[in-house]
């Protein structure tokens, strides 16, 4: 079971939440969601998709990376489900991206631009990619950085919880060393925040929730523009 806290903030902008965090260290199993769509919509779409991974890895009494592919599934045909009995929630979806233990490995599934980053040796690097316009097109189009990063197109997701068919879900697996952390976020973080800024709270010698909230501070002192979510594991201390 690893050590594990999570947080979410409204950020300086938003009216509401539309971000959603689910911890079940008894299903050795952790999400961050980011929700879209109009109204409350998003909102719903965040907490449908994780609590049905949730949901399905629970009814599976295992944990393999089948699993949750299938779980990721699941969960787009119920977020899918219910836009389209809901005029209200039509055209919803979120991002996912979500860690569960096996054995001595972690298995990593992402849809969307929500990441996951390993922190190990002083080290941060992300572990999963995102899944956008500017990731997958602009990129590879040999669009400089710069130009990017305030391109019309660099908030389009390519694939997405709710609204894509077939679902192209990414999977990772790790086996990290002693004391590793990882953090999943949502753009609202790492979109805002300067990777340098991240990898010192994170090497700090703050407790987990302290770093969730230093995170979080950084992420409202650059404006804060949407909501911030910050989930932090690492192994159980001796």
Not at 80 to 85: L, N, Q, T, V, W
Not at 174 to 193: M, N, Q, W
Request: charged share 25%; with cysteine.
């Amino acid at each position: 079971m690893l050590e594990n806290y999570g947080l979410s903030d409204l950020g300086c902008v938003r009216q509401n939440n539309e971000d959603y965090c689910l911890l079940a260290p008894e299903l050795g199993l952790y999400i961050v969601a980011d929700g879209m769509g109009g109204a409350r919509a998003g909102e719903h779409a965040s907490k449908l998709a994780a609590e049905t991974v949730a949901e399905c890895v629970w009814k599976a009494k295992r944990a393999d990376a089948e699993v949750l592919t299938q779980a990721f599934e699941e969960a787009n045909r119920a977020v899918k489900d219910a836009a389209a009995s809901d005029a209200g929630m039509e055209g919803m979806g979120t991002t996912l991206v979500a860690v569960l233990e096996s054995g001595e490995d972690l298995l990593l599934a992402s849809v969307g631009d929500s990441r996951a980053y390993l922190f190990q040796r002083g080290v941060l690097a992300p572990v999963t990619e995102d899944q956008t316009w500017v990731n997958e097109v602009g990129k590879r189009l040999g669009i400089d950085e710069e130009s990017l990063k305030s391109h019309p197109l660099r908030h389009v997701l390519t694939m997405a919880i709710g609204v894509s068919s077939p679902l192209r879900i990414l999977s990772y697996k790790l086996r990290p060393e002693p004391g590793f952390i990882i953090l999943l976020c949502s753009d609202g973080l790492h979109g805002v925040v300067e990777v340098e800024t991240i990898r010192g709270v994170l090497d700090s010698v703050q407790t987990f929730e302290a770093k969730c909230h230093s995170l979080i501070d950084a992420a409202k002192q650059a404006g804060g523009p949407d909501n911030i979510t910050a989930v932090l594991l690492s192994s159980k201390r001796s």
